[in-house]
């Protein structure tokens, strides 16, 4: 009797068990080699996720805690000083109404509340305020707090650390190579500094990438390493949205393939990270959207910074019609507890609208 051979990217999952990252040239054939074949590669990205994290999904909720009035020029941005998309700019909202976000964003299920402000980093004033309704929102609600503010300095790192918060995130976004083609106005260097004054101070450094800006293959795996280098324990994968108005637009190779490649990748090259499937998911993937899942164990509901995407229930429902679960908070799984039925037989369409009108008898 003879033993059918194990599929190549076996090899992968085999190593992402112990570890071990593959090879720059292999990462490369995982993106773009014909001989990677696409499904056995999400199986062997799979291994790993369930290894760490079973079959749960981490919700994360953003809160746009201020919008626009940038004086930087990162080119995929729509608040940055050189974009012409048409948002609305507002300065830090009040304490009461990021309070009530959070109270929102726990009862909607989510692991984590992520708080963002535009800018190039706060102040020492307005971090002491940002460690104040950060602990405020660890007192009440049964969720994780992460901030993203800019750039940070290990005296401002220090104060959020004795605030509780959990999470800081800076993305590193591209290669060190593309980056000068994306921002000009802080570097590659300022972007790891920050990562590093919050790992030192005992706070979670969270980074990751935005992909379709032009870059190349090999760029998309440098970064990959790069993050592997620095330990960064949650990356999120963003693919770029097409905003009108900003300088860098989507490059066109993003297809649902592509983006679940990179998923992958990331995945085997970061085994024990939280790899989150971030921006761009509902447009990019479209129809695949399910199938970022085997790889990636983390995405944002309710949309992004400043794009619409999918609610709380459709995606809820995308994760478990999948056979994930949601690994919401203790506040969500009560109610969830209390009302149950969510895989209830659904169409596009009001309620009970089953029947086509051109079918339907007229009572
Ligand atoms: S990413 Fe942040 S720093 Fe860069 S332009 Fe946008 S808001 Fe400003």
């Known amino acids: 009797m003879t033993t059918a051979p194990l599929d190549p990217t076996h090899r992968f999952a085999e ?6 990252a593959p090879s720059e040239t292999e990462c490369l054939e995982i993106l773009d080699g014909p001989d990677v074949a696409l499904l056995p590669l999400l199986h062997a990205a799979f291994i790993p ?26 080119g995929y941005c729509s608040q940055s000083r050189d974009s012409e998309a048409a948002i609305r700019k507002y300065a830090m909202k009040s304490d009461e109404e990021i309070l009530a976000e959070a109270e929102h964003a726990a009862r909607a299920g989510a692991t984590r509340y992520c708080m963002v402000l535009s800018g190039r980093g706060p102040t020492i004033e307005r971090t002491k305020k940002l460690a104040g309704i ?23 790192a220090r104060i959020l650390a004795a605030a509780g918060l959990d999470r800081f995130n800076h993305n590193l976004n591209t290669s060190e190579s593309h980056y000068e083609k994306i921002c000009t106005t802080h570097t590659y260097a300022d972007r ?11 706070i979670e450094p969270c980074s990751g990438l935005i992909v379709g800006m032009g870059e190349e293959s090999r760029d998309v795996v440098e970064v990959a390493f790069r993050l592997r280098e620095l330990e960064v324990p949650s990356i999120p ?52 959207g399910a199938l970022a899942l085997w790889p990636a164990n983390s995405l944002f509901v309710e949309g992004y910074l400043t794009t619409r995407g999918d609610t709380e229930d459709a995606t809820y429902r995308m994760i478990r019609d999948a056979g994930f679960e949601v690994d919401g908070n203790s506040l969500y799984e009560e109610a969830e507890a209390s009302a149950p039925g969510k895989t209830r037989f659904r169409l596009a369409g009001g309620e009970g609208e089953i029947l086509k009108p051109d079918i339907r008898r007229d009572a």
């Open 15 to 20: 190593r992402a068990l112990r570890g071990e």
């Open 49 to 74: 996720r369930e290894r760490h994290f079973g079959r749960k999904v981490m919700v994360h909720i953003l809160n746009n805690v201020q919008n626009g009035l940038c004086p930087e020029d990162c």
């Open 134 to 156: 950060i602990r405020t929102v660890k007192d009440r609600y049964p969720m994780e707090v992460c901030l993203s503010a800019g750039l940070l300095e290990e005296e401002h």
């Open 192 to 202: 790891v500094r920050t990562l590093q004054a919050a790992k030192k101070c005992g």
């Open 237 to 288: 994968v963003n693919f770029l949205i097409p905003i009108e108005g900003n300088p860098v637009v989507d490059d066109g190779t993003l297809t649902p393939e592509r983006c679940l490649r990179v998923l992958a990748m990331m995945r085997l090259v970061n085994p024990t990270a939280e790899i989150r499937v971030a921006g761009g998911r509902e447009g990019h993937l479209r129809a695949l």
